[in-house]
């Protein structure tokens, strides 16, 4: 459950919030004025403020300055009808989460303080390396026995004691992420922000006014000046991630400022110092991005300063067995039920299978069986069958597995040659190339011609092949 508090002198507000936020995840406190809501915070501890600007007595500003010299995270966000850009510019400066307009609309609001409250929790995601590693019962922490991730934290513990850019580098499901989210947190930058960014994720007109934000009037549609991330979290931690999908326009501007530490928002001219720890993160090959020239060489090395790679899971297999008890244990915490046990058949096979999608795979495999699990101990039919090698689709080609898997040729083949082991009698080569040509004919409506074109093969060694695999018979091909 979250606990917000709202401080607003107006009763009208108290009532609808109090009808809006009744439900059992909300824990809502009033407060009627800003002197009265100082008292409150030390005691309540709340996840987040939401506080009008205008009150009686102290106001909404001043308020948040004080609350700032007791909790300098508390996330607050203000609330005003008479918006002037000069008040959001100095709620921002003193680290306002956000600034709304009155009067909003119940969905909006809703929605604004789910996603405030989320990013508060993952703010407060304590994350822990080695020491707490030992412990039994750990707080939600980074997993890892083997060679590889002993280097990684060791790695953790020395970024956090400098300012360096740290570059995370590992594929989808390593726990890039987490690994950021470590620095930070051991890091002398914790009191201050940690931003995240998904450079993917923001198309690239807004990924501009994003970061550097935009003045009134910059573009249309731009009716409040707006501060961008990088403004946002001067002194603190920028997460970039997903740098490796960043459009070559903003590599040039995101390249400026790490090179000048100044910026302008959009539609202004005067520059902006910001003091910032950057740490990027990519799935991407990012010297093979260079190498193609889709990625700024000069941006690379400006990343690229300490490296941070995380090896797939399938090559620290010694973790797997660590992992899986973290949460069979995670998960039973976060259920208040008993742990349940696994049986050494599941122990073995997900210990053999190849996680495409690494550790979230695992996460989610392991999520997932507690569901289906019927009595104490989770059994090899809980599993999924790509784990197992049970799963065959109608064509007798495994399907694919889930996020970050099979969606490339090396995971497919992966997943091909996973399945092909368990028949040791298996052609694996032939078989695949029957299943290959069938596909191929089917989908041409049995035109040899397109078919081999698709296969990349002449029609004289399509033909043969029809033939060997007597596919004629099934196909009734012409
Ligand atoms: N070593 C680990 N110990 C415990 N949990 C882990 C570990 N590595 C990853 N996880 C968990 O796996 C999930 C995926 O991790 P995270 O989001 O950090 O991956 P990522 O590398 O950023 O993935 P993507 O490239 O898809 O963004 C998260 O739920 C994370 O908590
Ligand atoms: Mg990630």
Redesign the pocket.
Known sequence: MSKLLLIDDETDVQYSFQRIFDSPEIELTTASSGEEGLKIIPKLKPDLVMMDVRMGGITGLETLRRIRQIDSKLLVILMTAYGTTQTAIEAMKLGAYDYLLKPFDVPKLKEIVANALKAGRDMKQVVSYQPLLEKEDYE?????RSEP?QQ?FKLIGQLAASDATAL?T????????????AIYHHSNRAQQPFLAV?CAAIPEQLLESELFGHERGAFTGATLQRIGKFEQCHMGTLFL??IGDMTPATQTKILRVLQSGTFERVGGNTPLKVDMRIIA???KALEQAVAARQFREDLFYRLNVVRVH?PP?RERRE?IR??VN??LKKFARDQQRSPKSITSGVSKALEQYHWP????E??NVIRRALVVAKGDGILITDLPGEVTGQSTSISGVPVAAG??GGSDLAGLARQLFQWARRDPKLKVIPAVERELVIQALKETNGNQVHAAKLLGITRATLRKRVEKFGIQRELSIK
Do not use: P
Not at 170 to 181: C, D, H, P, Q, Y
Not at 357 to 360: A, C, D, E, S
């Open positions: 939600l922490g980074i997993v890892g991730m990684v995370i590992g594929e989808s499901g390593t726990g890039k992420e987490l690994v950021a989210r998904n991630d997903e993160a990519t799935n995380i899971l973790d660590l992992l973290y949460f999608g690494n550790v979230r695992l996460e996020e970050g």
